[in-house]
């Protein structure tokens, strides 16, 4: 919800930016504004591309079947609304994101929302923006813990068991903490390299899937 | 006249530098470009961490390609008595040699016959047989 509203109030205050730039946008990832001098950086295209893949998954695949279940088809709609004034949202953060971000001496560049808030709150002369930062990464390792892995090894049960039938949910959740131990405390870099890759296939996979729902399904379409 | 080099690192390079060196020492006026491209696409995908270390590793990759292949052969013509510069850049192989060869308006550019083999370039085809096919300037290969 106030996802919704923040992403209405970006709309209005840039006048539709997501809009008036579309034609923009897609020049610009298709590689319209590079400069031939900047071969060999991260190219308009690389960029988004590995931002989507931190994206794609719990909220736009599990979250819209959740929320088609609970609402209804109606649900659809709102989503898609909520989506449209999202994009305002997105170019306000990445914006922000690349305003306040660091560029280290030896040639690395990091940034994030913890850099924009008390870069920002600086800036403007207001207090606090430390300790909003702070709870801005607290809240994130939280939503690391309750989106990312609680939900996600929920979903994947319930998917599991409705091939192989009941079974325990802690022997699911012990497999991927075993899995993601090996990740990051293993340091089997390969795995993660590997699952970052196929996530523009996934997202191809997706969409082929849902038509493929659909064609099988289409008496039942209107 | 101005002569564009391509090299690819290995020694049939050097056949493409000989060759070239050859042509101008016929002319009295030569000046050869030594180019060396990286090879490098703008939509591929990268990870968040390869992003951030991006820049720094292009520099590292221009610096070692300037060390081990462009600078030694721009160094070497220069003591044969020719007039030569380097230039190394990312990108398409074949595109890029023929956007310098065309911006720097040369008259030929040399390249050393195709080294890649396999099922890759009988997919996508070589770098030096896709610069033949669509150069703005006229293609010397080498055997």
């Not at chain 1, 279940?69 to 989506?83: D, N, R, S």
């Not at chain 1, 690391?144 to 979903?155: E, I, S, V």
Request: hydrophobic share 45%; with cysteine.
């Amino acid at each position: 919800m106030w996802l919704v509203v923040g992403a209405t109030i970006f709309t209005v205050y840039f006048a539709g930016v997501q809009f008036r730039f579309f034609g923009h946008a897609i020049s610009l990832v298709k590689g319209g504004y590079s400069d031939p001098g900047d071969a060999g950086e991260v190219s308009h295209f690389q960029a988004p591309a590995t931002a989507l893949s931190g994206t794609v998954g719990l909220g736009n695949i599990a979250g819209v079947t959740v929320a088609v279940g609970i609402g209804g088809p109606g649900a659809t709609f709102w989503m898609i609304l909520a989506g449209l004034l999202g994009m305002a949202s997105k170019f306000t953060e990445c914006t922000l994101g690349v305003k306040y971000r660091n560029e280290y001496p030896e040639g690395t560049v990091s940034g994030g929302p913890m850099y924009c808030i008390s870069k920002g709150s600086d800036e403007l002369g207001l207090p606090g923006g430390k300790i909003l930062a702070v709870l801005f990464s607290v809240f994130c390792i939280l939503g690391a813990l309750g989106g990312g892995n609680m939900f996600q090894a929920n979903q994947a049960h319930a998917q599991i068991t409705q091939i192989s039938g009941d079974f325990p949910g802690w022997i699911t959740g012990l497999f991927f903490a075993a899995l993601v131990f090996a990740v990051i405390v293993g340091g089997i870099k390969s795995i993660a390299r590997v699952t970052e890759k196929i996530v523009p296939f996934m997202g191809i996979l997706h969409v082929g899937a849902a038509i493929i729902v659909l064609i099988v399904n289409f008496d039942m379409i209107g | 006249m101005k002569l564009v080099i391509g090299l690819d690192g290995q020694s049939s390079g050097k056949k493409a530098l000989e060759f070239a060196t050859g042509v101008a020492a016929n002319s009295e006026t030569c000046e050869l470009i030594v180019v060396y491209v990286i090879e490098w696409s703008p939509f591929s995908f990268q990870t968040a961490e390869e992003n951030a270390q991006r820049h720094k590793r292009r520099e590292e990759e221009i610096s070692i390609a300037m060390e081990r292949v462009v600078d030694p052969a721009v160094a070497a013509l220069k003591k044969a008595g020719h007039s030569a510069k380097a230039i190394v850049r990312h990108g398409d192989v074949a595109d890029t040699i023929d956007e310098i060869a065309h911006s720097e308006g040369a008259s030929q550019i040399v390249v050393a016959r195709s080294s890649a083999g396999g099922l890759t370039s009988r997919l996508f085809g070589s770098s030096t047989a896709n610069l033949v096919m669509n150069a703005r300037v006229p293609v010397t290969v080498v055997a």
